[in-house]
C-alpha cells in the first residue's frame, strides 16, 4: 500500500500532538492491540521480561514535508 510507512506518523500527529489521544493510548492502538489480534501478544506489543522490544522514539516538535520522493514503498 503506497504511503504505509507515513500512516503512524500520520496518526501521530493527528491524534497525539493535537490532544487527541494520549501517547499512552497511541501504543496501545498500534502495539499492543494490533499484537493481541494477531496472536503474537505477551511476545509481542509490550515492553516486559520475555518479549521482543521493539522501541520506536518520536520527536512531535520534528516537522516534516511529506512528499512523492520520499515514499519507498
Do not use: C
Request: proline fraction near 7%; avoid cysteine; charged fraction near 25%.
Amino acid at each position: 500500500m503506497p504511503g504505509v510507512q507515513w500512516r503512524l506518523p500520520v496518526l501521530f500527529d493527528q491524534m497525539v500532538t493535537k490532544r487527541k489521544m494520549t501517547v499512552n493510548d497511541f501504543v496501545r492502538l498500534t502495539s499492543t492491540a494490533s499484537a493481541e489480534i494477531y496472536g503474537l501478544a505477551p511476545r509481542k506489543g509490550l515492553i516486559a521480561p520475555g518479549s521482543d522490544a521493539d522501541i520506536v522514539l518520536w520527536n512531535p516538535e520534528k516537522t516534516v514535508q511529506l512528499s512523492d520522493e520520499m515514499v519507498h514503498d
